[in-house]
């Protein structure tokens, strides 16, 4: 398995619009390809700070969803449009993650 850990710094003011934004489009729409959103997070003490953590099974899998994903009419036209009205988009920071044996998550 693979795990990304993805970290986005938020335009001032957009939290509230973005948590509802992804919990109502983009995360419905990934899973709806097959991407697994273990979680989603808002940072506790920076009102712009959002991450979420995504499951793939392999590295093909992830490569074949990321072409599914981010190359749609649906992510190009009407996703991506939206999301560059409340994120950094040079704030993205991704991380890769492998779990170790005993993590919760696998």
Known sequence: MIFELRQYRLKPGQRERWVKWMEEKIIPYQESLGVAV???????????????????????????????????PTWLNEIKPVNDSMIIREKIQVTRLLATPKSAIQ
Do not use: C, K, N
């Open 38 to 72: 273990l979680g989603s997070f808002v940072a506790e003490e920076d009102p712009d700070v959002y991450v979420w953590i995504r499951r793939f099974a392999s590295e093909q899998e992830r490569l074949r969803l990321y072409t599914e994903m981010y190359e749609s």
